[in-house]
């Protein structure tokens, strides 16, 4: 079944990302403190996912429709950077770039190049087995302040500190959700300066790929449409939009005037038609449409990810 819901959206273009940037991905400024470290052996307790930093716009839009979001039991993930749609999503997920992510039902989905996943179903024993390694590698018992300072044991500054500090910048968490609980991040401009332990945790889920995986395609995307698009800057060549796929062009009953970007929620096989489109390609690519040219970015929503009208 195809649906579209159109947002009106005045979209204040700004990207601020301190540190290192993804391809995609996609996603925050200044987090909030992460709470205490301290595991905790509970099915009941939910770690607090940290927040990023809103863009300050007001968009108005056709509420988006209900979604049956599924529970992530554990998460990798990458917060700093802001984009278009900060607005449009909800906690605890937040807009974050998923690295590796496991839900309730035993799906697995591992990012791979600009924003395309590969997935499969885990077995009990396959589910059991990534926890428990994670487990001896010391993730529960690390000690961290989370300041991320030379307070936090989580690096060796070597006295460096002063020379090295940045404000603001990206951070690299794991969320676990299971029979033990925790959520810890380290900041991305100082992986440098990890103490092993922590090293060898990232090492582990940067490199993890279970046999079996499959491509995945999504059942939810939000578009970004520029049009007007920079003459003083340098395109490569247009793609020809497929005529199947909804209108690139500005609706002024639905759009304010004046506006030149628009964001779009797609869903259902629509979602993965134009997913496909995007195979292969950035996360931003230019099309043509009724003689006219536009610059379009596509964001996949992972089945964890929260949408909401602001």
């Known amino acids: 079944m195809k649906k579209m819901f159109l947002l009106s959206v005045v979209v204040s273009m700004v990207f601020t990302a301190c540190g290192v940037q993804r391809n995609a991905p996609t996603t925050h400024s200044s987090p909030t403190p992460e709470p205490s470290s ?21 968009p108005t839009f056709t509420p988006f429709p209900t979604y049956q979001n599924k529970g992530v039991i554990f998460d990798y993930y990458v917060i700093g950077n802001q984009a278009y749609w900060d607005e449009f999503f909800d906690p605890p997920s937040g807009n974050i770039l998923t690295k590796l992510v496991l839900y309730d039902d035993g799906q697995m989905l591992i990012a ?45 500054f070597e006295g460096r500190y002063e020379e090295v500090g940045v404000f603001g910048g990206l951070r690299d968490c794991i969320l676990v959700n299971a029979e033990k609980s925790r959520n810890l991040c380290i900041h991305d401009s100082y992986l440098h300066f990890l103490i092993p332990e922590m090293k060898k945790i990232l090492q582990y889920l940067d490199t993890y790929q ?40 500005k609706n002024p009953k639905k759009y304010t005037s004046g506006t030149s970007n628009q964001v779009v929620y797609i869903d259902g096989d629509m979602a993965k038609e134009i997913f496909s489109f995007f195979e292969g390609s950035e996360s931003s690519i230019v099309v043509s449409q009724n003689g006219n040219e536009y610059l379009v970015d ?4 992972l089945p964890h990810e929260k949408v909401k009208n602001p």
């Open 298 to 301: 596509i964001r996949v929503l």
């Open 112 to 156: 791979g190049t600009s924003e395309a996943y590969k997935q499969k179903v885990l077995s009990s024993t396959e589910i059991k087995g990534f926890l428990s390694k994670l487990e001896s590698l010391g993730f529960y018992s690390l000690e961290s302040t989370q300041k991320h300072d030379p307070t936090d044991d989580l690096y060796n």
């Open 38 to 58: 301290t595991p905790t052996s509970t099915f009941t307790l939910t770690p607090t996912r940290i927040q990023p930093t809103k863009l300050p716009f007001t």
């Open 210 to 249: 279970p046999a079996g995986m499959t491509s995945y395609y999504p059942d939810r995307i939000l578009l970004t449409i520029q049009s007007g698009l920079d003459s003083s800057i340098e395109y490569p060549p247009a793609i020809p939009w497929d005529e199947r796929f909804p209108s690139l062009g």
